[in-house]
């Protein structure tokens, strides 16, 4: 099995949208994708052409503080990877929610930190439609 790639930063922010802004007017980063979720707010995904930045927007009532909230691998075999996970007596990744659009699967290391597994990669939006035609069922 070829080596999984680290593809996608996330990052939890205040201001998506403006931090989108300083990204692409700073470091010439591409926005691929800007928008508004009802349930999350605004959101912004860029991408220097190898890695991609995902800016999720920071509720004040979550859990989590304004930062880095997870890593993004892309893999060949999602399969085989949540197999090597569970051999380490970890819980293997399960398919995130289908309202995210990028990663089928989400896991933890054996830190806790989270990170997405995809085998189509971060550059292209999937709809959970999309993911159950390409058979990535719930698990």
Known sequence: MPKPTLRHIAIFTTHPHELAKFYHEVFDMEITHMGNSPVDGDFAFLSDGYMNLALIPHQLN???????????????????????????????????????????????????????LSEHGYERVESSVDREAAGYAPR
Do not use: M, T
């Open 62 to 116: 979550g859990d989590s503080s304004v930062g880095l909230h997870h890593i993004g691998f892309v893999v060949d075999d999602i399969e085989s990877v949540r197999q090597r996970i569970a051999a380490r007596g970890l819980a293997e990744p399960q398919k995130r929610p289908s309202r995210l659009p990028y990663a089928e699967f989400r896991g933890i290391d054996s830190d806790g930190n989270p990170f997405d």
